[in-house]
């Protein structure tokens, strides 16, 4: 275990240094995980809160597919999106694949079931709460969603890290569809498939251990915030 | 309750300031996904990893990116891979190690022209302790035949790649069918290179791989060079530009441009300057 202690060292001295690749890679894992994070919740929170609350034919299936989804693995999808993405698949004319977008696309995919299977519980669990004041206001199904969506944020942050949580530390999707290019697709994941494949496995567990750090601060810096906020919102729920 | 009737009557179920935050909370969101918006410029270049992985892409790009300001971006799968991608149109230059499938991917009209680059050669490696005594061997048929004879573990790629297209033509030359050793003392590991180091240290196994690779593979441990010096383990890589005909988004004039210095006097004295461990690792050999 020696080399254990050596990585660490390696990657104190990367972080000291501010060294500029990792940066780059870094920013780049960052910007690729939070995109994905934000349209998987354009997408899944809509469609979670329309399973939750929508009384409409093949809801159920519906359900157990996005559930079924969470299980699919990250170099399937990856090969999907290839196919689409390639020059000589459907979407070929696009120029996509080999992009930072392509990546974001992949893990959009990757991650949106996750999103709409915990977001559906959730608002599920708030809406039976809230169940006597709806029926107590006449109020449009959208309001309700948007209402339910709101009311259930701090819940609904959990989410979030769960699906970006998955997101950043894949590597099968991001290294297809992304190809691993230095300065363009390299991202924290692939870095260290690369090093590994290098035998240099020191550097890969020191950027193993910088990725943790990574998802440490996120989760500390939203663990602060939600408290904060929730002993904030307590008065302004209660006159609202 | 009462005040949240009036509240509702006179701003709607969703009171004023609320609804402002989940304004901004919404417009955050749907901002999210252009943070990772970035254009690919310049070329894309299907590359084997040996070249990739010894680090002599980062010796030789900056050096042709300076003079044609040209940016090549590099995607290294094995050869196999790296082939099939580039028939798919997904990539402007090939740069493998396969010749006769390098010749018939320009043959069947995926790529334009094929040009010699450079080569090395592979390498027998294996425990230290070298269980079928592969030093003694007189050629690199009887190293194989004394693996086989041994049944001493053997990692091989079994991903389709150059360096497992040449294992298998070494065996074929033998007369030995490996795969009916499979699982058994016979290994494919469906990686690439480095994998299939890791895999071969951490079991103790022979393997095959090229001279590039090996020399700048950090995870040696208890592996070391066993057989080397053989004509049939002449190891040469090939440039091809993908054909535009066939995919009329290919950058043909910026591919073209990358090849010409590559398989010119620049491209083939930095390929010679490029040294890992104090050794050169590729050895241009194009016709001019």
């Known amino acids: ?240 | 309750m009462y005040q949240r009737f009036a509240q509702a009557k006179a701003d709607g179920p969703i009171s004023r300031p609320v609804l402002w935050r989940m304004l901004v909370t919404g417009v955050l969101l749907a901002g999210l996904p252009f943070l990772a918006l970035a254009d690919r410029a310049g070329i894309v270049i299907q590359s084997t990893t040996s070249t990739a992985n010894s680090g002599l892409y980062d010796h030789l790009l900056p050096l042709f990116e300076k003079a044609h300001d040209i940016k090549v971006n590099v995607v290294a799968v094995g050869t196999g891979q790296a082939i099939r991608n580039a028939a798919r149109g997904d990539g402007d230059v090939l740069l493998v190690h396969a010749e006769s499938d390098e010749k018939e991917f320009v043959r069947d009209g995926w790529g334009v022209r094929r040009f010699d680059l450079m080569f090395n050669d592979f390498v027998l490696v294996g425990p230290a302790s070298d269980p079928a005594s592969l030093s003694e061997a007189e050629n690199v048929r009887d190293a194989l035949v004394r693996i086989s004879r041994e049944k001493a573990l053997f990692a091989s790629r079994g991903d389709d790649s150059g360096t497992h297209k040449k294992e298998l033509a070494l065996w074929d030359a033998a007369g030995i069918d490996p795969s009916d050793a499979s699982r058994d003392w016979y290994r494919e590991t469906g990686s690439g290179m480095g994998a299939t180091l890791n895999i071969a240290v951490g079991m103790g196994a022979y393997c095959l791989t090229d001279r590039a690779t090996w020399i700048s593979f950090a995870n040696k441990r208890g592996l070391k060079v066993l057989y080397e010096d053989d004509p049939p383990l002449f190891n040469q890589y090939g440039i091809i530009l993908i054909n535009p005909k066939r995919h009329p988004h290919v950058n043909a004039l910026a591919g073209q441009k990358f090849i010409d210095w590559m398989i010119g006097k620049e491209g083939q004295r930095a390929i010679a300057s490029f040294r890992s461990g104090g050794q050169q690792l590729f050895f241009p050999n194009a016709s001019p």
């Open chain 1, 1 to 240: 275990m020696q080399e254990l202690s050596s990585s660490f060292s390696i990657a104190f001295s990367l972080i000291g240094t501010l060294d500029a690749d990792l940066l780059e890679i870094v920013g780049l894992s960052l910007k690729v995980s939070l995109s994905a994070v934000g349209l998987s919740l354009l997408i899944g929170l809509p469609a979670g809160a329309a399973i939750a609350i929508g009384r409409f034919r093949g809801r159920f299936s519906l359900m157990v597919i996005s559930n079924s989804l969470m299980g699919m693995p990250p170099v399937v999808i990856g090969l999907l999106v290839y196919l689409a993405l390639s020059r000589a698949g459907p979407f070929g004319v696009l120029g996509l694949l080999y992009t930072p977008t392509a990546m974001v696309i992949a893990q959009t995919l990757l991650i949106t079931p996750i999103v709409i299977a915990l977001a559906r519980q959730t608002i599920e669990e708030l809406n039976s709460e809230y169940a006597e004041y709806f029926a107590s206001i006449a109020i449009s199904l959208g309001y309700r969603v948007i209402t339910l969506l709101w009311e259930g944020r701090f819940g609904l942050l959990t989410v979030c890290l769960a699906g970006f949580g998955r997101a950043i530390s894949e590597v099968g999707a991001v290294m297809i569809v992304g190809g691993n290019i230095d300065h363009l697709t390299r991202v924290m994941t692939t870095a260290i498939a690369l090093e590994t494949s290098k035998g240099d496995l020191e550097l890969a567990m020191a950027l193993g251990i910088i990725l943790m750090l990574l998802a440490l601060m996120v989760n500390l810096l939203l663990a602060f915030i939600r408290p904060a906020e929730a002993f904030g919102k307590k008065s302004a729920a209660a006159t609202y």
